[in-house]
Each structure stands twice: as structure tokens, then as C-alpha cells.
């Protein structure tokens, strides 16, 4: 009785351990699979084993390691576009290919532990007998960090761009000027006049 129970123990065990890895493969049909990352840094693209491992490693179709809120006490650094792109056979015959789009903060760290995160928006599109990927937050297992940087994303994030100081406003004229202007046309006027007074009378005289 005892080893028939330890034997169920076990096989129940190795089942939910190979269960999130099971959730895409060979046994989902999957059958090509590859990965495009777009951030401040450029952009990388790769495919086969080290796409492969991109979903395992980031917890891409295991559910139970979501959260629906975003992490809390996590610097999550910059932010990357991922397209997850997958081509997997059909039920009835026949092949599909689908995208599954994250943000991915390759550099996130919680206080001095760092720790890649994604975020997967809900709606993403299944493939085969292979499930849409579970909506929320989730944080990576170790070696997803290794992934990206052998596929060429930089070890250390890009430095943030210094601050461009303000353009200088031009002064324009001040009140005081347009008043010295409008006092001087003033004047001009009344010159003028008493000009034209002047020569009038002189003309009248003769």
C-alpha cells in the first residue's frame, strides 16, 4: 500500500514538474519557432533552440507563475517590444503560424537581484494544440538573461540620454519702448503741424 502510494506520488510529481514544458513542443506540434526583440539598443532576432528556450525560460505558457498587477518594489528598466512568433501543425491538417507580443525589461532588478520580467496583454492567439499564452506579469527563470545576450542585446542597459537645456528666450521690446515710440510720433505730429500753421499764415500775410 505504502509503495503503491509513493509510486503515485512520484508520477504525480514528474507530471506537474513537465507540465509547463509540455505546453509547447514537440508534443504541441509546434514546429518552427522564432523571436524579434525591438528596444532602445536596436533590435535582435533569433531562432530555433535559443527561441525555443526563450519560451521556456520566460514562463511564457506557465499560468501558474503569473501576476495580474504589476510587480511592486521591481526597477524594471527599459521597455522592449517582443514578437513570439510560432508556426505549429493544425488538427485537421495543415500548418499556422501565430505572434505572440510581450514588453520585455531584459534589465529589471529587485534591489540588488536581477531578474528579467515580461508582460503578456491578454487576447494572444493559440497555435495547434498549443494554448494562448497566460495574461499578466511574470519574472524568468535563470538563463533567459543568457539567451538575449548571446542573441546580441547588450549586457548593461543604454545610457539614459542627457537632458537638453532650455533655449534662452529672446527679450522682446519692453513696454517703456513702445511708449518712447509712441511719444516721438506724437511730437513728429505736432511739429508738423504747427509747420503748416506757420506756412499758412505766411501765405495769408503776403
Not at 101 to 126: D, E, I, K, N
Not at 194 to 203: D, G, I, M, N, Q
Request: net charge positive; charged share 15%; with cysteine.
Amino acid at each position: 500500500m505504502r509503495r503503491g502510494l509513493l509510486v503515485l506520488f512520484v508520477l504525480g510529481s514528474v507530471l506537474w514538474m513537465a507540465g509547463p514544458a509540455q505546453a509547447k513542443g514537440a508534443e504541441g506540434g509546434v514546429t518552427a519557432e522564432s523571436v524579434s526583440i525591438t528596444g532602445p539598443a536596436g533590435s535582435v532576432r533569433f531562432s530555433g533552440t535559443s527561441a525555443a528556450a526563450y519560451g521556456d525560460l520566460s514562463n511564457t505558457f506557465n499560468p501558474s507563475s503569473r501576476m495580474t498587477g504589476r510587480p511592486f518594489d521591481v526597477a524594471l528598466g527599459p521597455r522592449y517590444d517582443v514578437a513570439y512568433s510560432l508556426t505549429c501543425d493544425l488538427p485537421g491538417g495543415g500548418s499556422k503560424t501565430v505572434a505572440i507580443h510581450q514588453s520585455l525589461y531584459p534589465y529589471a532588478r529587485f534591489r540588488s537581484l536581477a531578474q528579467v520580467w515580461t508582460f503578456t496583454a491578454a487576447g494572444q492567439p493559440a497555435c495547434g494544440w498549443v494554448e494562448g499564452p497566460a495574461a499578466g506579469w511574470v519574472a524568468s527563470r535563470r538563463g533567459l538573461f543568457d539567451v538575449l545576450t548571446a542573441a546580441g542585446l547588450p549586457e548593461a542597459p543604454p545610457a539614459a540620454a542627457p537632458a537638453q537645456p532650455l533655449a534662452p528666450l529672446r527679450a522682446g521690446p519692453s513696454a517703456a519702448w513702445y511708449a518712447v515710440v509712441g511719444i516721438g510720433g506724437l511730437l513728429t505730429l505736432l511739429l508738423v503741424a504747427v509747420l503748416t500753421r506757420r506756412r499758412a499764415r505766411a501765405r495769408a500775410s503776403l
